[in-house]
């Protein structure tokens, strides 16, 4: 891309090792640090153009939770960088970057980890009344071992210290922040042909054990990322009659919460 400024910030990824050279915003581990002034600081750009500007349309519209598309190959290292890189450039609460990547790929781990989650998804359907287990007993829930990658995405609400600007009244938004990373990163995996599919039926003590996180690192979730045939255009909740969108007009209030359109 053309920057007749000099100030240009490179869209490619940063790289493993020069990540390690640049640290932005000071202190060695992203804590608190001078303030930076160089050039390579200063902001560009406004809005897209109109090619560009469709793409992320797109990519918002083609995004899916995918479980049974996946291809079997396994994303190849420089595209999860990227995809990884995406959730990492996620806004946070204070700068905080309470986020975590752990990347799962060992067969046994994955296997596990699937095992598990047929139970939980057992111990769910058995709670359900007799015709809502009818509607989702055909309804895959995951495509851990078919997608070969999964990718542990972990909290850490001590990050950036006792005093995070911004949590102070609101202290759900360290999670929120984390959360922000993974839609960073479906998005960025949907652009990719990269499918995503987020896995929530799990005990969080054994997840953390399965990937021996630290205490205090707890797992917000586990996704699924792999090559895929296709994107659904019908979400799998939707096609199997589990639950519909809502219209965006029924969503959208004016003033108060009382009056939606
Ligand atoms: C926090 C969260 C947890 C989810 N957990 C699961 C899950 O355990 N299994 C599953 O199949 N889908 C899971 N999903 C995917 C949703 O079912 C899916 O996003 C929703 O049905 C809408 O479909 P779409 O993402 O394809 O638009 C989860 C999504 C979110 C945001």
């Not at 490619?12 to 090792?17: G, L």
């Not at 930076?36 to 902001?43: E, F, Q």
């Not at 809005?47 to 990519?59: H, I, K, S, T, W």
């Amino acid at each position: 891309m053309d920057d007749p400024t000099g100030h240009l910030i490179s869209f490619e990824p940063d790289s493993p090792s020069r990540q390690r050279v640049r640290h932005a915003g000071g202190g060695e581990n992203g804590t608190e640090g001078s303030p930076r002034t160089d050039d390579a600081d200063r902001v560009r750009g406004t809005a897209l153009d109109a090619p560009a500007r469709a793409g992320v349309y797109e990519a918002i519209h083609l995004r899916r939770d995918v479980r049974a598309e996946f291809t079997g190959e396994t994303v190849d290292e420089s595209t999860l960088w990227r995809i990884l890189d995406a959730a990492h450039r996620a806004p946070s609460v204070g700068n905080s970057q309470p986020w975590d990547f752990v990347v799962v790929r060992d067969p046994d781990r994955l296997a596990a980890f699937a095992a598990h989650v047929a139970e939980h998804r057992i111990a769910f359907r058995d709670g359900l009344p007799p015709e809502r287990a009818a509607v989702f007993e055909p309804i895959k829930i995951e495509g851990i071992v078919e997608s070969g990658t999964g990718i542990v995405v972990t909290h850490d609400d001590s990050r950036g210290g006792p005093q995070v600007l911004g949590r102070a009244t609101v202290p759900e938004t360290g999670v929120y922040s984390t959360v922000l990373a993974i839609q960073n990163l479906w998005l960025a995996a949907t652009a990719e042909g990269v499918g995503v599919g987020w896995v929530s039926f799990y005990d969080p003590a054994f997840l953390s054990d399965l990937v021996g996180l630290p205490t205090g690192i707890r797992p917000i979730a586990w996704l699924c990322v792999g090559p895929v045939r296709e994107f659904q255009t019908v979400p799998d909740l939707e096609r199997f009659g589990w639950r519909s969108r809502r219209p965006l007009s029924a969503a959208v209030h004016h003033e108060t919460f009382g009056t939606a359109d």
